[in-house]
């Protein structure tokens, strides 16, 4: 029969007595496997790319430790910002002048010359007084100079006074050193013969200007008297003003005094004038100045040292420029 037909078939093979079991379950065996191969290769390539980011991370760290004890070159951006420049040291300590050859040059009963060196540039001054503490002081010099000479005036006759010598360099620093004390002469008397003080006055000058004999002191002086009638006066006047313009940068003050005998004093404004002569006239219209210097005729010349005592009177005139620079030069 067809059925036992189909019974013994399965006994002879040793199959399943369900049929058709075989049949379905052997197929879908083998379609899955692929999917499985699928799964291992992808689980292979992220291994190996775990594996490869590892190597590659290890082999920079080892590069860059093992760079960190070699010396490489560093190479700096340029900047914008100045290049900067090492701290400033204080400068050195630098010592004060040092003052030498201190002395009293001159002195008279009003007035004293100091005199000292210093060893490099410096200003003068000088603090004085009739005591040690030296209260008094001179207007401080600013020129730098190593040979220094101040002048003291409006002292006291037959007074001794203290000093003390001050100098400062450029760089500030700053020394006194004390003189020996000095003592002024008696006083002395007043008048136009040499050795005399000679009289102090005030007058003005053509210009509108007051100018007092007293405080030309440290200057030479030339007093001249003279007037625009005077021939005498108008032959030697060139001489005048060549030692004008010559000595004025000397110490050499020419000082013209047109006594009052002049017709005017725009008379003698427009002589000046028209001679082009430079030197300060001043006009005695009263005739007091003449007075004191018991001036009775003219030319007559005065001349007067920087302590204010008459040095030489000269009646007349002088023959040529020489003449008045040789007494120029005497004193």
Same mark, same amino acid.
């Given at each position: 029969?067809?059925?036992?037909?189909?019974?013994?078939?399965?006994?002879?093979?040793?199959?399943?007595?369900?049929?058709?079991?075989?049949?379905?379950?052997?197929?879908?065996?083998?379609?899955?496997?692929?999917?499985?191969?699928?799964?291992?290769?992808?689980?292979?390539?992220?291994?190996?790319?775990?594996?490869?980011?590892?190597?590659?991370?290890?082999?920079?760290?080892?590069?860059?430790?093992?760079?960190?004890?070699?010396?490489?070159?560093?190479?700096?951006?340029?900047?914008?910002?100045?290049?900067?420049?090492?701290?400033?040291?204080?400068?050195?300590?630098?010592?004060?002048?040092?003052?030498?050859?201190?002395?009293?040059?001159?002195?008279?009963?009003?007035?004293?010359?100091?005199?000292?060196?210093?060893?490099?540039?410096?200003?003068?001054?000088?603090?004085?007084?009739?005591?040690?503490?030296?209260?008094?002081?001179?207007?401080?010099?600013?020129?730098?100079?190593?040979?220094?000479?101040?002048?003291?005036?409006?002292?006291?006759?037959?007074?001794?006074?203290?000093?003390?010598?001050?100098?400062?360099?450029?760089?500030?620093?700053?020394?006194?050193?004390?003189? @020996?004390?000095? /003592? =002024?002469?008696?006083?002395?008397?007043? $008048?136009?013969?040499?050795?005399? &003080?000679?009289?102090? #006055?005030?007058?003005?000058?053509?210009?509108?200007?007051?100018?007092?004999?007293?405080?030309?002191?440290?200057?030479?002086?030339?007093?001249?008297?003279?007037?625009?009638?005077?021939?005498?006066?108008?032959?030697?006047?060139?001489?005048?003003?060549?030692?004008?313009?010559?000595?004025?940068?000397?110490?050499?003050?020419?000082?013209?005094?047109?006594?009052?005998?002049?017709?005017?004093?725009?008379?003698?404004?427009?002589?000046?004038?028209?001679?082009?002569?430079?030197?300060?006239?001043?006009?005695?219209?009263?005739?007091?100045?003449?007075?004191?210097?018991?001036?009775? @005729?003219?030319? /007559? =010349?005065?001349?007067?040292?920087?302590? $204010?005592?008459?040095?030489?009177? &000269?009646?007349?005139? #002088?023959?040529?420029?020489?003449?008045?620079e040789d007494v120029l030069s005497s004193f």
């Open positions: 029969m067809a059925g036992v037909g189909h019974v013994s078939d399965l006994h002879q093979f040793g199959t399943p007595a369900v049929p058709g079991a075989h049949r379905y379950r052997e197929p879908a065996r083998e379609a899955g496997a692929p999917h499985d191969l699928r799964q291992t290769l992808l689980k292979m390539v992220f291994v190996f790319f775990v594996l490869f980011v590892l190597v590659f991370a290890g082999a920079g760290l080892y590069y860059l430790f093992s760079q960190q004890g070699s010396e490489m070159p560093v190479v700096s951006e340029p900047s914008s910002s100045p290049q900067s420049k090492p701290a400033a040291q204080p400068p050195p300590a630098v010592p004060p002048p040092v003052i030498s050859d201190v002395a009293v040059s001159s002195f008279t009963d009003k007035t004293a010359v100091i005199t000292w060196k210093t060893d490099r540039p410096a200003t003068s001054q000088v603090r004085y007084g009739k005591t040690e503490a030296c209260g008094l002081a001179t207007e401080e010099s600013k020129n730098l100079v190593t040979e220094h000479s101040v002048r003291l005036s409006g002292l006291e006759a037959d007074t001794t006074y203290y000093f003390r010598t001050v100098s400062k360099a450029a760089s500030g620093e700053k020394v006194e050193v004390a003189g @020996e004390p000095f /003592k =002024t002469k008696a006083a002395i008397p007043i $008048g136009t013969n040499p050795g005399n &003080r000679a009289p102090d #006055f005030t007058l003005k000058s053509l210009d509108g200007k007051s100018v007092t004999l007293s405080e030309l002191q440290g200057n030479k002086v030339l007093l001249n008297f003279w007037a625009t009638w005077c021939s005498p006066c108008k032959k030697e006047m060139p001489y005048i003003q060549g030692v004008h313009e010559a000595w004025r940068q000397k110490g050499v003050v020419v000082l013209g005094v047109a006594v009052k005998q002049n017709q005017s004093l725009d008379g003698v404004k427009l002589f000046v004038q028209d001679n082009g002569y430079t030197f300060t006239v001043l006009f005695d219209g009263e005739g007091k100045v003449a007075g004191l210097y018991q001036v009775s @005729e003219v030319p /007559k =010349t005065v001349f007067i040292d920087a302590d $204010g005592i008459v040095r030489e009177v &000269r009646l007349g005139e #002088f023959a040529n420029q020489q003449e008045i």
